[in-house]
Antibody, heavy 118, light 108 residues
């Protein structure tokens, strides 16, 4: 059973860079032909797809994030990461890491709340 | 970007009855649609993919139908644990993958 766990600071200052890591256990991040994804959900609102990375390392990002986003893989550590630069209060949300099997997202982390505030 | 619109916003149904949730896409997504269930404080759970295929471990009372722009999630014989927010998601055209705004299902 594949498990995902997000980690990173819960508080980020405005204009700084949000950095989160997702640790995958129970399976190799470099096998299986899956996308490894980040999504977020502001309190009381709907899910927003942030972006994803293929096992080859190719990435797809949400255009609404205005080129502020970088997703990367660390196969040695079986982790993938999210960096979101120039954050504002509107980036405050629960961030989920997840596995996208191209026909839906079948495994999710528990989510981690990131608050952008000075 | 493909917009996904769900209706109704909130649905209140008695235990044992049937709930019908709708999802409309702003353009055809073929059958590339998934449904998720999200309970408070939890991550979403994949229920249905390819519009009508139940994910592993999902009870048979959950069923999906539709193609193109109109989709339905039906939950027959509602149980108290079905109280949740349900989201549809298209994966036909990306980026971005897009979600509906959700339907809150309340069990009376």
């Amino acid at each position: 059973q594949v498990l995902l766990q997000e980690s990173g600071p819960g508080l980020v200052r405005p204009s700084q860079t949000l950095s989160l890591t997702c640790t995958v256990s129970g399976g190799s991040i470099s096998s299986g032909g899956h996308y490894w994804s980040w999504l977020r959900q502001p309190a009381g609102k709907e899910l927003e797809w942030v972006g994803r990375i293929w096992t080859s390392g190719s990435t797809q990002y949400n255009p609404s994030l205005n080129n502020r986003i970088t997703i990367s893989l660390d196969t040695a550590k079986n982790q993938f990461s999210l960096k979101l630069s120039s954050v504002t209060a509107s980036d405050t949300a629960v961030y989920f890491c997840a596995r996208d099997v191209r026909r839906g997202i079948d495994c999710w982390g528990q989510g981690t709340l990131v608050t952008v505030s000075s | 970007e493909i917009m996904m619109t769900q209706s109704p916003g909130t649905l209140s149904v008695s235990p044992g009855e049937r709930a019908t949730l709708s999802c409309r896409a702003s353009q055809s997504v073929s059958s590339n649609l998934a449904w998720y269930q999200q309970k408070p404080g939890q991550a979403p759970r994949l229920l249905i993919y390819d519009a009508s295929t139940r994910a592993p471990g999902i009870p048979a009372r959950f069923s999906g139908s539709g193609s193109g722009t109109e989709f339905t999630l039906t939950i027959s014989s509602l149980q108290s644990e079905d109280s949740a927010v349900y989201y549809c998601q298209q994966y036909n055209k990306w980026p971005p993958i897009t979600f509906g705004q959700g339907t809150r299902l309340e069990i009376k």
